[in-house]
């Protein structure tokens, strides 16, 4: 008896966020504090999180050379690419927003939700704000593009 990729597909979406979430932990992302003193390069800079980052960079660069050697996902029909890959203003001020955001918070996405585990405070605050930003961004683009930009369609690699 085999499993529904449905299933499979949960399972090891699962598996693959508690990993990320306790790697973030492992790691301090989620103390605001820490990520905060990284960011604060002209301060007292901490600068323990560039081992965190090369090692995502390195891990990330050798597994998504080996995964897309693949004609498919494992537990998909094909890979989920954007629509488009130009750098257009969307993408500026959205990144711009991002990132004055988690230098406010010290926290981006991730670390936020892997600190509910924690209780911590700044979170329980953040996460309707990042729910409330995301919703607002779906909402603006049905009017912007007739299929959203976060739809992605199969591209060949």
């Known amino acids: ?44 800079w901490d600068a ?7 090692g995502a960079v390195v891990f990330s660069a050798v597994f998504f050379c080996w995964v897309l050697r693949k004609s498919t996902p494992v537990l998909d029909e094909h890979f989920h690419w954007p629509k488009s890959a130009a750098i257009d203003a969307r ?27 924690f209780a911590n405070p700044e979170a329980l605050w953040l996460m309707p704000a990042l729910l409330v930003g995301a919703a607002l961004q779906r909402w603006i683009d049905q009017f912007d593009h007739p299929r959203a930009a976060w739809q992605t369609t199969s591209l060949d690699v």
Request: glycine residues 16%; hydrophobic residues 55%.
């Open 91 to 117: 993408l500026i001020c959205g990144s711009a927003i991002f990132g004055v955001g988690w230098g406010i918070a010290g926290y981006c996405p991730g670390p936020a939700i892997a600190s509910l585990g």
């Open 1 to 44: 008896m085999s499993l529904p990729n449905s299933v499979l597909r949960g399972a090891s979406s699962l598996v693959a966020g508690v990993i990320f979430g306790v790697g973030l932990a492992v790691a301090q992302m989620t103390d605001p504090t820490k990520v905060l003193d990284f960011l604060d390069v002209t301060g007292a």
């Open 48 to 54: 323990s999180l560039l081992f965190v980052l090369g």
